[in-house]
Every structure is written in C-alpha cells, then in structure tokens.
C-alpha cells in the first residue's frame, strides 16, 4: 500500500527546514519536471507486452513534454485499481490529471467519477467510456475498438475472395476476456461486417496473450476442425496460439484454415510465415503517446472540441501538440497484410513496422 505526500505539503516541509537553516542554501529536487505536477495513470498491469509497450510511448511522449509520470498498475481485479484510486486521492497530491484504463469498464465507473470530481483532467484510454458517463471524463484517447474489428473483417473477407485453397464458410471468434469492453466491441463489429458472408459457429472469451489463445484453441478446435473455415482472434499474439493448436489438429494455417489477427502484438513472424492472412497496425506505443498528447494538449487550451477525430496515418508527420484535443481522438489502425515487402516498407508517424509492432 502506498501513500503520496501532497506537493503542499512537501512544500510546507521544505519551508519549514528552510526557516531552521535560515543563512544556508537548501537545494531540494521535488521530482517534478519543469515545475509541473505529475500525470497519473491508472492502468492493468504491464506483464501484458502491449500494456509494457503503451507504458513505453507515454513515457517518451511526457519525457518530450516535461511531464512526470507515475503509471500505477493493477492487476486485472477492478476492487484493485478502485482502491488504488481511493490512495491516491486520499493522499491530496497536486496532479495535472489522469489517464483512466479500467479493467472492468462498467465497475469502474465509481473510480472514474471520483477522480472528475477533482476538477482535473480525466482521459479516458483504450476502452470506449461507458454511455451515461459522458460527465466524468474529459477526452477519449487510443483506439477505436469498433473500426478495429472492421479492419480485420476486410481483411479476411479480402483474403477469402481471393483463396483458391479453401472455401470461407464456417468460423470462430476468440476474444479478450468476458468483461473486457474492448473485446466486445471489436467482436461486435466483426460480426456486423461479415452478416451475411460468413457464418460464425461460435465464439470464445480467451485472454489476451499466446498462452491463453492456445488454451482455447486446443479445447474448441478439434471437435470442429472439419467445419471451421477460418478463425479470427482479436490481437496477434491470441493469433500465435490458434496458430499452433490448428497445427496440432493437422490443419494449415493460411491454406486450410484463414487466421487473422486484430492487432500486431509482440512479432511478426505468423505474418511473415503467412499462417495469419493480415493485422492492424494498432500500436500500443503510439496510444500511449497519443494519450499524454492529447492530456498536454487540453491542459494547453483548457478546451475540447466536440466530435470524432481520427488522426491521419501519415507515414512520416507526427500529430501537432498544438490546438484543443476533440472529444474523442483515434490513433490510425491501418491494414497490412502478410507480405514482407509491404511490411519492410511500412512506415507510421516516422515509426516502423518492426519498432512499432515488435517488442
């Protein structure tokens, strides 16, 4: 368990040293960047490679604006990270705002109520908020889970037009965890864009990593290995564990059976070995970056403006800090399929495919 002192009240100690030393010069480092008070996250744990890399990008992102950051991690238990919230808030500690990731996204709505009423900046990160919390939240920052899981469609429903080994018929969808609003909504969308074109015969809450696609893989795939057409997991790394528990049932990836993933996560070697038929290149580094933007931008101008914004995917040009932030702000989720010139060549806010996808 922690407790922060407030910057007051190290302020009222230092003064008090001060008064005791009069005739002596106390140099004291506050921990503070350029006199600014910290940004604060709240955000599951970084044993996750993604959630190690978004911790990556909002710390050069702060680092490049002269912020301090403190990013408290959770494990994925909602009760956790709402006391976590309690501490902080009970320590007084003077913030220049908050990055908000919950866990549970409906549970966390107490913690994230708790935290607008400070009157600092509340971002809203990689889950889309909750209807009926519009009051609590300043600006949304990350991924638009929705288009994310549209991407991935096209992907596989491009990569089934053209197969001339297998029919695209049946098929599964392996999620994030039951709970993980972010998994639903991709999931959603997926199976709003392939109505009618594809059949899914079921569906299946996994986690997030290799370990856990494989888990399920290896249980629902081999009673219906004859029936399944192609698979579709929600980030790359589940991809890498269908992967293997396809092969095992003696099936081959990108000729029996179609993969695609919906995130890069962790290394590239299913696109390459083209055992998954695409991925988008949704990079945890650039949303944690573009969350720390978008906070700085909104303490800059105290101003938000109304609507969607989805940033250019430009492959050089990296999005101003200058100006509002909008009410919600996109990181770009290109497409990119299973071919090593296209991935060699690819390029993303001056990033490559290689920093922003393989870690």
């Known amino acids: 368990m922690f407790k922060w002192l407030s910057v007051t009240s190290v302020r009222r100690k230092l003064l008090s040293l001060t008064t005791v030393a009069a005739g002596v010069l106390v140099t004291v480092t506050l921990g503070l960047a350029a006199g600014k008070p910290p940004i604060i996250v709240f955000m599951p744990p970084g044993t996750d490679n993604y959630l190690a890399q978004w911790q990556v990008g909002a710390r050069t992102k702060a680092k490049a604006l002269g912020y301090d950051i403190r990013i408290i991690e959770s494990s994925r238990d909602q009760a956790e990270q709402d006391s976590q919230v309690r501490q902080q808030l009970a320590s007084d500690e003077d913030v220049s705002g908050y990055i908000w990731w919950p866990y549970v996204n409906a549970a966390g709505i107490g913690s994230l109520r708790a935290l607008s009423k400070t009157g600092k900046p509340v971002i809203f990160t990689n889950q889309y908020p909750i209807e009926g919390t519009d009051a609590f939240w300043t600006a949304y920052a990350g991924v638009d889970d929705f288009l994310n899981g549209r991407v991935a469609a096209q992907m596989l429903l491009d990569a089934c037009a053209k197969a001339t080994s297998v029919k695209c018929g049946k098929g599964m969808i392996i999620t994030f965890p039951a709970g993980y609003s972010a998994g639903a909504d991709r999931a959603k969308s997926f199976r709003d864009t392939v ?121 050089d040009k990296q999005p101003s800090d200058e100006g509002a932030p909008s009410r919600y702000n996109f990181i770009p989720n290109p497409a990119l399929a299973n071919d090593k010139a296209a991935i060699d060549t690819f390029k993303l806010w001056g990033w490559s495919f290689k920093e922003l996808c393989n870690y």
């Open 195 to 315: 109505a009618g074109k594809l059949e899914v015969i079921q569906e299946e809450p996994a986690g997030f990593m290799s370990q856990e696609g494989y888990r399920i893989g290896s249980q629902i795939i081999p009673p219906k290995k004859n029936d399944i057409t192609w698979v579709y997991t929600e980030n790359d790394s589940l991809a890498s564990g269908v992967v293997q528990a396809l092969k095992e049932t003696g099936k081959t990836p990108g000729r029996d059976v179609l993969v695609v993933g919906g995130t890069c996560h962790g290394d590239e070697s299913d696109l390459l070995n083209k055992n998954i038929v695409g991925t988008g290149v949704q990079a945890a580094f650039l949303e944690g970056w573009q969350s720390v933007q978008t906070l700085h931008k909104y303490l800059e101008t105290k101003q938000v403006k109304e609507g969607k914004l989805y940033l250019t995917a430009d492959p």
